[in-house]
């Protein structure tokens, strides 16, 4: 088979997370990368031995050595290196979340995906976690068919990124759309149906206060909740903390229907686990059925060299799997253009729903 050649546009925490996972498939390598900062250029250098650095997107884009595209840029450079790509080369690209950060890019959004001639996957790690891609194929069996889904992350702060542009919603499309629409997409997927209206309340209320930073004090959220309406009856809620950096489990997903509860329980990323709590538990499952039996408890480890790779669980790795797969023209993207912007609206949609203090409707 011949060796894919990947290029990677954004080198930072999350851009070396892939270049990791890549280095793990079979038959495939990081040939490129355009990494305006020289702080990740030299760790780029270090992770990907022997990579070419182009000195601008156009001169990455249109090398012609190049298989496909990883766009992992900071959240607001997305849509305007999406139009130069579009207006370059045509290739199979995977992007980061949020696809957007404002509302005025659907129009640019539905334009891509109608005349982009190439597969544009976009990237929802969470669906691939172990203990999640088991929760949701096992959700319907355990539930019945699911009336409620809740999701709870209790986490850490924002990490330091370059520049500290995830201090601002400005640059992230703030907290509910950067952090949460893995989430929103989870809501999508498992009920299997759209939402119709959110009521959200969100706010910033510990971190960051006392930072300043060239464009002043950060504005970024640190917790909220959501609750989602969807049009099959289904109800949803997030309920968000980023300063509970001690919680055992990092995510709790349970989902509720006539036949019983399934749970799903995710310790936090390997690298940032607080000693204080000895050992990560494993990932696990809970079945709780309507009936005398009483739980079922079911472990998901996820293997070490995977864990080591990146902080989502291997979910990286087996995304890129099947990002493999589209790129050798075997498959469809499961993640679409259409699916990303979809989650980035109920994000938008909340932080509206919050700031207006009243419920939003999302046709």
């Avoid at 930073?213 to 968000?240: C, R, T």
Wanted: with cysteine; net charge negative.
């Amino acid at each position: 088979m011949t060796t894919l050649n990947y290029g990677i546009l954004g080198c930072g925490m999350m851009g070396a997370e892939h270049i990791r996972n890549i280095q793990l498939l079979d038959n495939c390598r990081v040939y490129a990368i355009h990494e305006p900062d020289e702080s990740m250029r030299s760790l780029a250098a270090v992770a990907a031995p022997g990579v070419r650095f182009h000195a601008s997107l156009e001169e990455l884009v249109t090398d012609p050595e190049l298989d496909c595209l990883v766009i992992v840029s900071p959240n607001f450079l997305h849509v305007q290196q999406l139009r130069q790509i579009a207006n370059l080369r045509s290739m199979p690209i995977l992007v980061e979340k949020p696809l957007a950060t404002d509302p005025s890019d659907e129009g640019f959004i539905k334009e891509l995906q109608a005349s982009y001639s190439s597969p544009i996957w976009v990237a929802m790690e969470y669906r691939y976690m172990p203990p999640l891609a088991r929760f949701i194929d096992m959700c319907d069996e355990a539930t019945g068919g699911v009336c409620m889904l809740t999701i709870r992350e209790h986490r850490f702060p924002f990490l330091e990124k370059v520049k500290d542009w995830n201090r601002f919603n400005k640059y992230s499309g703030g907290t509910l759309v950067e952090k949460c629409c893995h989430f929103f997409d989870l809501m999508r997927l498992i009920t299997k149906s759209e939402p119709t209206q959110v009521m959200a309340s969100g706010a910033q209320m510990v971190n960051h206060l006392d930072e300043n930073y060239s464009d002043g004090q950060p504005d970024i959220w640190d917790a909220a909740y959501a609750l989602f309406d969807f049009a099959n009856g289904a109800k949803s809620m997030l309920e968000l903390s980023m300063f509970a950096e001690g919680s055992e489990f990092q995510e709790h997903i349970s989902a509720v229907g006539p036949n019983g509860k399934i749970e799903c329980f995710i310790p936090g990323p390997t690298r940032f686990w607080p000693e204080h709590l000895g050992a990560p538990p494993e990932p696990r499952l809970v079945i709780s059925p309507r009936n005398p039996s009483g739980p079922t408890v079911i472990e998901v480890s996820v293997d070490a060299e995977l864990l080591a790779a990146g902080d989502h669980h291997g979910s990286t790795f087996y995304q890129h799997q099947a990002f493999q797969r589209v790129v050798l023209g075997e498959q469809a993207p499961e993640v679409t253009v259409n699916d990303g912007w979809l989650a980035v609206r109920m994000g938008m949609a909340a932080q509206q729903s919050s700031e207006q203090g009243q419920v939003v409707k999302l046709t």
